[in-house]
């Protein structure tokens, strides 16, 4: 890097980027130690302010060791907003990161960790950050409080479409998305452990110590970059040294352990059944890119045992202008200090209900910054000797003045005080969130004032710490180690024998006290959701008095934090207006994610195509080569149709390969169809209880239609079987359906009639299928049928079946079914000759002028044909509504032949499928058209049925359609209006036989 | 979830396809007399226990077995996994 001098806070990234390690630019707030590397600097920008920081930074000490206070503005009344905490609870300082199509809204300043070029933005204002326009809603704050929108947005009701949610929508949501597709790539990953612990605190170190040296397999995971957690923010001491250094050489010890696998940056967000957890880990974050590869990974941990070491949040208490930037969390102030070498100002006061706050005075003034004050509710005697500082025992902070941050505090006792920052301790609440995500909820413990977890934990999980409600450090790593041990010795490892780490029990003695009740203006309670003590007030005023009702009547809680600082506070505010307790007033319990996973990290890579992968069929590059259009048809992508040179319309396409198919030969790819090979004594049972119509006496070499219902009568699904042996038989299904077919048909076998001797394989990929339709599909096939078989209309009339080879020795099957309703054939090769074939059978076709067809005009000679497909068959039709009633056979057991029965089934004026065409020839029918009598008003109580599939049939040269109409069948020659209004069209139509094409079926037999 | 399968050892739930009560094992006699009211009882009738549930799934993504799965519908606890096939032929079921 070269040495190039930083002249102005004004220069911009790109001049300063490359700025070198040994230039520095004033941090006015930033002391001496610390976890950070003093010898480097970090260029970033914020808002277009080049400014410094070092590696072991977050945005948010960076900012803050250059002065920058103001960082964001609030959600509902654009409050200007500072940085409240140092990790990931943090409800304030959100900012945009990055920038194009890499910007990110709404990340945690506290949880960013700087890296040169970094650039970000604060967000919510309209303006400038300094001057936001949109923070006139403060002005209005009285109107806007819990439940205007309920209240306020109610009527006229012409207003919300063209007025309320215009307005809304546009003042809703903190930061913006960039608007385009995410260029990051993101992946899943999955592990197994013994034992996962959840934080590296103390007491997730400690435990993942014990639980590695008993030779467990363990990850540890943690959601900072440096582990140690509450270690590397505290003065204390850990078997006499210091917390960070323990933790330092904790980390070695299990980097060493090849049973260990230590995970920062991952966040552990959900707990799910049996054992398995939910991780995020940031990969690529911390750097300038992700270098290709993936920024984050979703892991889903497979783990037997589990100790929640996941800490504490500290909660705030509410007094009046409590959000004024300089306002903090005591001990993020504190670790600011400790960690960071970061003063959060340069004249500290504290505001704490207990011994903890204490430390923050004590830590700040041991570094040299001034304490102005130390601000006790507790009528006792002060905790420690803050030198300069004015202690107030039995007082409170009442206020804060200052514009755009904190410069006094006002006391409650009268008077002011000078500090530009206020730290604030309340008490700390367990991390629990992890313990409710099955069914747990927690208890309240009256000597911490705070929720642990309760007993209903997730399976395989025990908690350690202050997450336990253990908030001493010596408790903490005694926890940690004894979960650990319980866990592996559970497991039937035999714990390492080691001395526990020690520490001193700190103090962290607590007297409840949540709000101020002096002073009239607005206290904060959720600093994200801009909830006040007056709206959680008015909540219960209103009667919304229940936990959940509080929480959507206010919105507390329910920002991107999940009111991790917010939720007890609120609760304790209801408990003093209802009377009750906190525990009667009730208990927060949160669900996954513990914090914010992004959209992308759960998709993984099933992105863009291969969300929903398609497969191709075998003769699909040879299709490709022939410039054929596809489409998706179940899990497949088929041609649709084979454009040729001059043709511009689909329609062109698909009635000359219709045409060219009728009139000589054309081959089309049928290889989607599901097949399932059945073979055993009992086969032909199986099939008579599975179709409605009979196989047993299906002779060998002879192939069937059959139709399948599902147990409650509908059509399940049809197709083709074929009897290659006597124990032999193959069964074709539809394209989509073939993989539900198959678990029926096993089903059926495995918990129905489970000593019928029959097996099933599904051969779907196994085999690629061509129909061979039209006149000269015989004359074809010859040519590549080996000579040995005999294919003429004596030897393999219509409906035959057979093994032979092809080409010299390929083995096939053939099978002289037909869909086209054409002299046709479907022969069968293994996949791995599928290419080969096809460009066999179009080179032997070549003297026949043969077409390839896809499926459009397969669609279409279907439909000339009164062919039932997936138009039809939509799980609403009956065996009678296809007009197939009388294939149930009455003789034996099949599904759905009891429920077939049915009275409503067997209705005389019952739906019948239909043909139908336009009494004007020359209008094209339209599906989804619904059939009314002529002369009626269209209502659902004149509704006859409607339209399932309609074509233009190139044989008939008009349009046709096939549709279910009540008492179709007897109503031959009819006329009734198809009404779409959707489409708007009413047109005429005639009732006629679905059979359009060859009715007699003559062409199947020549 | 994990579904401890009896002859694979325990998969992953996302294996598996659901499919529902159990007791659409106990498929009605079609001869019986009152086949027509037993049938819609089979069909259409299903208890919804707070508590043991057992149910249905089949191991598309594996062997093709299906099970018959016994879940705590609260907890989600799954006390016990047997082979479908092995509980239609203890109840009777043949061919």
Same mark, same amino acid.
């Given at each position: 890097?070269?040495?190039?001098?930083?002249n102005?806070?004004?220069?911009?990234?790109?001049?300063?980027h490359?700025?070198?390690?040994?230039?520095?630019?004033?941090? !006015?707030?930033?002391?001496?130690?610390?976890?950070?590397?003093?010898?480097?600097?970090?260029?970033?920008?914020?808002?277009?302010?080049?400014?410094?920081?070092? !590696?072991?930074?977050?945005?948010?000490s960076a900012?803050?060791?250059?002065?920058?206070?103001?960082?964001?503005? +609030?959600?509902?009344?654009?409050?200007?907003?500072?940085?409240?905490?140092?990790?990931?609870?943090?409800?304030?300082?959100l900012?945009?990161?990055?920038?194009?199509?890499?910007?990110?809204?709404?990340?945690?300043?506290?949880?960013?960790?700087?890296?040169?070029?970094?650039?970000?933005?604060?967000?919510?204002?309209?303006?400038?950050?300094?001057?936001?326009?949109?923070?006139?809603?403060?002005?209005?704050?009285?109107?806007?409080?819990?439940?205007?929108?309920?209240?306020?947005?109610?009527?006229?009701?012409?207003?919300?479409?063209?007025?309320?949610?215009?307005?809304?929508?546009?003042?809703?949501?903190?930061?913006?998305?960039?608007?385009?597709?995410?260029?990051?790539?993101?992946?899943?990953?999955?592990?197994?452990?013994?034992?996962?612990?959840?934080g590296?605190?103390?007491?997730?170190?400690?435990?993942?110590?014990?639980?590695?040296r008993?030779?467990?397999?363990?990850?540890?995971?943690?959601?900072?970059?440096?582990?140690?957690?509450?270690?590397?923010?505290?003065?204390?001491?850990?078997?006499?040294?210091?917390?960070?250094?323990?933790?330092?050489?904790?980390?070695?010890?299990?980097?060493?352990?090849?049973?260990?696998?230590?995970?920062?940056?991952?966040?552990?967000?959900?707990?799910?059944?049996?054992?398995?957890?939910?991780?995020?880990?940031?990969?690529?974050d911390?750097?300038?890119?992700?270098?290709?590869?993936?920024?984050?990974?979703?892991?889903?941990?497979?783990?037997k045992?589990?100790?929640?070491?996941?800490?504490?949040?500290?909660?705030?208490?509410?007094?009046?202008?409590?959000?004024?930037?300089?306002?903090?969390?005591?001990?993020?102030?504190?670790?600011?200090?400790?960690r960071?070498a970061?003063?959060?100002?340069?004249?500290?006061?504290?505001?704490?209900?207990?011994?903890?706050?204490?430390?923050?005075?004590?830590?700040?003034?041991?570094?040299?910054?001034?304490?102005?004050? &130390?601000?006790?509710?507790?009528?006792?005697?002060?905790?420690?000797?803050?030198?300069?500082?004015?202690?107030?025992?039995?007082?409170?902070?009442?206020?804060?003045?200052?514009?755009?941050?904190?410069?006094?505090?006002?006391?409650?006792?009268?008077?002011?005080i000078?500090?530009?920052?206020?730290?604030?301790?309340?008490?700390?609440?367990?991390?629990?969130?992890?313990?409710?995500?099955?069914?747990?909820?927690?208890?309240?413990?009256?000597?911490?004032?705070?929720?642990?977890p309760?007993?209903?934990?997730?399976?395989?999980?025990?908690?350690? *710490?202050?997450?336990?409600?253990?908030?001493?450090?010596?408790?903490?790593?005694?926890?940690?180690?004894?979960r650990?041990?319980?866990?592996?010795?559970?497991?039937?490892?035999?714990?390492?024998?080691?001395?526990?780490?020690?520490?001193?029990?700190?103090?962290?003695? =607590?007297?409840?006290?949540?709000?101020v009740?002096?002073?009239?203006?607005?206290?904060?309670?959720?600093?994200?959701?801009d909830?006040?003590?007056?709206?959680?007030?008015?909540?219960?005023?209103?009667?919304?008095?229940?936990?959940?009702?509080?929480?959507?009547?206010?919105?507390?809680?329910?920002?991107?934090?999940?009111?991790?600082?917010?939720?007890v506070?609120?609760?304790?505010?209801?408990?003093e207006?209802?009377?009750?307790?906190?525990?009667?007033?009730?208990?927060?319990?949160?669900?996954?994610?513990?914090?914010?996973?992004?959209?992308?990290?759960?998709?993984?890579?099933?992105?863009?195509?291969?969300?929903?992968?398609? %497969?191709?069929?075998?003769?699909?590059?040879?299709?490709?080569?022939?410039?054929?259009?596809?489409?998706?048809?179940?899990?497949? =992508?088929?041609?649709?149709?084979?454009?040729?040179?001059?043709?511009?319309? #689909? %329609?062109?396409?698909?009635?000359?390969?219709?045409?060219?198919?009728? *009139?000589?030969?054309?081959?089309?790819?049928?290889?989607?169809?599901?097949?399932?090979?059945?073979?055993?004594?009992?086969?032909?049972?199986?099939?008579?209880?599975?179709?409605?119509?009979?196989?047993?006496?299906?002779?060998?070499?002879?192939?069937?239609?059959?139709?399948?219902?599902?147990?409650?009568?509908?059509?399940?699904?049809?197709?083709?079987?074929?009897?290659?042996?006597?124990?032999?038989?193959?069964?074709?299904?539809?394209?989509?359906?073939?993989?539900?077919?198959?678990?029926?048909?096993?089903?059926?076998?495995?918990?129905?009639?489970?000593?019928?001797?029959?097996?099933?394989?599904?051969?779907?990929?196994? #085999?690629?299928?061509?129909?061979?339709?039209?006149?000269?599909?015989?004359?074809?096939?010859?040519?590549?049928?080996?000579?040995?078989?005999?294919?003429?209309?004596?030897?393999?009339?219509?409906?035959?079946?057979?093994?032979?080879?092809?080409?010299?020795?390929?083995?096939?099957?053939?099978?002289?079914?037909?869909?086209?309703?054409?002299?046709?054939?479907?022969i069968?090769?293994?996949?791995?000759?599928?290419?080969?074939?096809?460009?066999?059978?179009?080179a032997?076709?070549?003297?026949?002028d043969?077409?390839?067809?896809?499926?459009?005009?397969?669609?279409?000679?279907?439909?000339?044909?009164?062919?039932?497909?997936?138009n039809?068959?939509?799980?609403?039709?009956?065996?009678?509504?296809?007009?197939?009633?009388?294939?149930?056979?009455?003789?034996?057991?099949?599904?759905?032949?009891?429920?077939?029965?049915?009275?409503?089934?067997?209705?005389?004026?019952?739906?019948?499928?239909?043909?139908?065409?336009?009494v004007?020839? +020359?209008?094209?029918?339209?599906a989804?058209?619904?059939?009314?009598?002529?002369?009626?008003?269209?209502?659902?109580?004149?509704?006859?049925? #409607?339209?399932?599939?309609?074509?233009?049939?190139?044989?008939?040269?008009?349009?046709?359609?096939l549709?279910?109409i009540?008492?179709?069948?007897?109503?031959?020659?009819?006329?009734?209006?198809?009404?779409?209004?959707?489409?708007?069209?009413?047109?005429?139509?005639?009732?006629?036989?679905?059979?359009?094409?060859?009715?007699?079926?003559e062409?199947?037999? &020549? | 979830m994990?579904?401890?399968?009896?002859?694979?050892?325990?998969?992953?739930?996302?294996?598996?396809?659901?499919?529902?009560?159990?007791?659409?094992?106990?498929?009605?006699?079609?001869?019986?007399?009152?086949?027509?009211?037993?049938?819609?009882?089979?069909?259409?009738?299903?208890?919804?226990?707070?508590?043991?549930?057992?149910?249905?799934?089949?191991?598309?993504?594996?062997?093709?077995?299906?099970?018959?799965?016994?879940?705590?519908?609260?907890?989600?606890?799954?006390?016990?996994?047997?082979?479908?096939?092995?509980?239609?032929?203890?109840?009777?079921?043949?061919r």
């Amino acid at each position: 890097m070269t040495d190039k001098p930083i002249n102005a806070p004004t220069a911009t990234l790109r001049e300063a980027h490359g700025g070198g390690s040994a230039t520095y630019v004033e941090q !006015p707030n930033r002391l001496a130690g610390g976890l950070v590397d003093h010898g480097r600097a970090l260029n970033f920008d914020f808002d277009g302010r080049v400014l410094q920081g070092h !590696p072991g930074d977050t945005l948010a000490s960076a900012l803050l060791a250059n002065g920058v206070r103001l960082v964001g503005r +609030s959600f509902k009344y654009h409050r200007p907003r500072g940085i409240f905490t140092a990790g990931s609870e943090e409800p304030n300082a959100l900012v945009e990161l990055r920038r194009g199509a890499h910007q990110e809204p709404n990340t945690r300043a506290t949880t960013v960790e700087l890296f040169d070029g970094l650039e970000a933005g604060s967000q919510n204002y309209r303006g400038s950050l300094g001057f936001d326009l949109l923070a006139a809603n403060d002005l209005f704050s009285s109107f806007l409080s819990a439940g205007f929108y309920y209240k306020t947005f109610m009527w006229p009701q012409a207003f919300w479409e063209k007025v309320y949610e215009p307005l809304i929508r546009n003042s809703a949501g903190l930061g913006r998305l960039s608007g385009e597709p995410d260029p990051d790539s993101y992946d899943k990953g999955f592990l197994h452990c013994d034992v996962l612990v959840i934080g590296a605190g103390p007491a997730g170190l400690s435990a993942a110590l014990a639980a590695g040296r008993a030779g467990a397999r363990v990850i540890l995971a943690d959601e900072d970059f440096r582990p140690g957690g509450r270690l590397n923010a505290e003065t204390l001491e850990v078997d006499g040294m210091s917390g960070a250094d323990w933790a330092e050489r904790a980390v070695a010890e299990l980097a060493a352990m090849d049973n260990v696998r230590l995970m920062t940056r991952t966040t552990v967000h959900g707990v799910f059944d049996h054992g398995i957890f939910g991780a995020l880990e940031r990969c690529t974050d911390h750097l300038p890119t992700s270098g290709g590869k993936p920024r984050q990974v979703l892991w889903r941990l497979y783990t037997k045992r589990a100790v929640l070491c996941a800490g504490a949040t500290e909660r705030p208490i509410a007094f009046g202008d409590n959000d004024r930037p300089g306002v903090m969390l005591a001990g993020a102030v504190r670790a600011y200090a400790n960690r960071w070498a970061v003063t959060p100002g340069q004249r500290v006061a504290v505001f704490t209900n207990n011994d903890d706050g204490w430390r923050t005075a004590a830590d700040l003034s041991a570094r040299g910054v001034e304490v102005t004050a &130390v601000v006790d509710p507790r009528n006792t005697q002060p905790r420690a000797e803050i030198p300069g500082a004015a202690i107030r025992m039995g007082d409170a902070v009442a206020g804060t003045r200052g514009r755009k941050g904190l410069k006094q505090i006002e006391l409650a006792s009268g008077g002011t005080i000078p500090a530009d920052c206020l730290a604030v301790s309340g008490g700390w609440n367990p991390n629990v969130h992890l313990t409710c995500h099955q069914r747990g909820r927690p208890e309240w413990r009256e000597d911490i004032a705070a929720f642990v977890p309760g007993k209903d934990l997730p399976v395989g999980l025990t908690v350690a *710490g202050a997450a336990n409600g253990s908030l001493s450090l010596a408790a903490a790593l005694l926890d940690g180690e004894t979960r650990a041990r319980e866990a592996v010795e559970s497991l039937g490892f035999k714990p390492a024998k080691h001395t526990p780490a020690k520490a001193e029990d700190e103090a962290v003695e =607590l007297t409840p006290f949540w709000h101020v009740k002096k002073g009239r203006a607005r206290a904060w309670v959720d600093h994200q959701n801009d909830v006040t003590v007056k709206d959680v007030k008015l909540a219960h005023q209103e009667g919304f008095r229940a936990v959940e009702h509080l929480k959507r009547y206010t919105t507390l809680g329910m920002a991107t934090d999940q009111g991790k600082t917010a939720n007890v506070l609120g609760l304790a505010i209801m408990a003093e207006c209802t009377g009750k307790s906190i525990p009667e007033t009730g208990t927060t319990i949160f669900r996954p994610p513990y914090s914010p996973v992004p959209i992308g990290a759960f998709a993984g890579r099933s992105r863009g195509k291969d969300f929903r992968p398609f %497969r191709l069929t075998p003769s699909h590059h040879w299709a490709e080569e022939q410039g054929a259009v596809f489409v998706e048809t179940g899990a497949w =992508l088929r041609a649709q149709w084979f454009p040729r040179p001059g043709e511009t319309h #689909w %329609r062109q396409s698909v009635d000359r390969e219709v045409e060219m198919t009728r *009139g000589s030969v054309g081959i089309c790819d049928v290889t989607t169809l599901g097949k399932v090979d059945i073979q055993g004594r009992d086969a032909a049972e199986f099939l008579n209880k599975v179709y409605i119509n009979g196989f047993a006496k299906l002779a060998v070499g002879k192939t069937r239609y059959g139709l399948m219902l599902r147990e409650d009568g509908m059509a399940m699904d049809d197709g083709t079987t074929a009897r290659l042996g006597e124990t032999h038989y193959v069964m074709t299904t539809t394209t989509a359906n073939a993989g539900g077919v198959f678990r029926h048909l096993e089903f059926c076998r495995q918990c129905l009639w489970p000593d019928l001797d029959v097996h099933l394989i599904s051969t779907t990929d196994g #085999w690629a299928q061509y129909a061979v339709a039209g006149p000269n599909s015989r004359n074809l096939l010859r040519k590549i049928v080996d000579p040995e078989f005999d294919i003429s209309n004596e030897a393999f009339p219509f409906m035959a079946c057979a093994e032979i080879t092809v080409c010299g020795g390929t083995p096939a099957r053939l099978f002289r079914i037909s869909f086209s309703g054409e002299l046709a054939y479907e022969i069968a090769v293994p996949a791995r000759y599928g290419d080969s074939m096809i460009r066999a059978l179009m080179a032997a076709g070549e003297e026949f002028d043969v077409v390839p067809y896809g499926t459009e005009a397969l669609g279409v000679m279907r439909i000339e044909k009164g062919h039932a497909a997936g138009n039809e068959l939509t799980g609403q039709i009956s065996a009678q509504n296809l007009g197939m009633g009388r294939m149930v056979s009455k003789k034996k057991d099949c599904i759905g032949n009891k429920l077939s029965e049915r009275p409503e089934m067997n209705r005389e004026d019952g739906l019948r499928m239909v043909g139908f065409r336009p009494v004007d020839r +020359s209008r094209s029918l339209t599906a989804g058209a619904h059939f009314i009598p002529r002369g009626a008003v269209a209502s659902m109580e004149t509704d006859e049925g #409607w339209m399932t599939s309609v074509a233009y049939s190139p044989e008939l040269g008009h349009s046709i359609g096939l549709g279910f109409i009540k008492r179709g069948s007897e109503r031959m020659g009819d006329i009734v209006r198809a009404v779409d209004l959707v489409g708007d069209s009413d047109i005429e139509v005639e009732i006629v036989s679905p059979h359009f094409v060859d009715p007699e079926g003559e062409r199947l037999r &020549v | 979830m994990i579904i401890n399968h009896p002859l694979l050892g325990p998969r992953d739930a996302a294996e598996f396809v659901y499919l529902g009560d159990a007791s659409l094992i106990d498929r009605p006699d079609w001869e019986d007399p009152d086949a027509a009211e037993k049938y819609y009882e089979y069909l259409y009738l299903r208890d919804n226990p707070a508590g043991l549930h057992r149910e249905l799934w089949f191991h598309e993504q594996g062997d093709r077995s299906w099970l018959v799965v016994t879940r705590n519908t609260l907890t989600h606890e799954i006390t016990n996994v047997e082979l479908a096939r092995d509980v239609a032929k203890a109840q009777g079921r043949s061919r």
